[in-house]
C-alpha cells in the first residue's frame, strides 16, 4: 500500500525542496492548507511522516495535526518547525518517541538526512 508524508510549512523554498527530496525517494507526498484538509487526505492513504510548522498561521495548529495523523497512524513520525514565534505553541506539546522538534535555523542538510532517516526506520520504538 502506497506511503504518503505530509508537509504543512509556510517557507515556501524549504517546502519544495523537501517535497522533492521526498518524492526522489518515491514516496507520495501531499501539503495542506490547513488541518482539516490534512486530515481529510491522510484518512485515506496511511501517512509515515509529518513535517508542519508548530504554529501555521490561520490554518491550525501543527501539533494538532500530527497527534491526530499519529492516532490514525501509529507509526508515523513527525517534525515540528520550532520558529521564534511558536514557542508558546511548543510548550503544550508532551516529548513522544515519534515526535521530533526542530529548531530554526537549522542546516538543511541534516534536516534532510534526519528526515531520510525517520522514514527508513519503519516503526516507532514505543
Not at 494538532?64 to 495523523?69: G, S, Y
Not at 508532551?94 to 529548531?103: I, K, T, Y
Request: glycine share 4%; hydrophobic share 45%; with cysteine.
Amino acid at each position: 500500500m502506497e506511503r504518503q508524508i505530509f508537509i504543512m510549512i509556510r517557507d515556501t523554498h524549504f517546502r519544495i525542496a523537501l517535497r522533492r527530496l521526498c518524492c526522489g525517494l518515491g514516496y507520495r507526498v501531499e501539503t495542506a492548507r490547513s488541518v482539516a484538509t490534512a486530515l481529510e487526505i491522510a484518512s485515506c492513504i496511511p501517512v509515515c511522516l509529518i513535517v508542519a510548522d508548530v504554529s501555521v498561521q490561520d490554518v491550525g495548529d501543527g501539533v494538532d495535526l500530527a497527534e491526530a495523523i499519529h492516532e490514525q497512524n501509529p507509526d508515523a513520525k513527525c517534525f515540528l518547525i520550532v520558529d521564534g514565534e511558536s514557542s508558546d505553541v511548543l510548550s503544550s506539546a508532551e516529548n513522544q518517541p515519534w515526535l521530533r522538534f526542530a529548531h530554526k535555523p537549522f542546516p538543511m542538510l541534516q534536516f534532510a538526512a534526519d528526515v531520510v532517516e525517520a522514514i527508513a526506520t519503519p516503526r516507532v520504538g514505543r
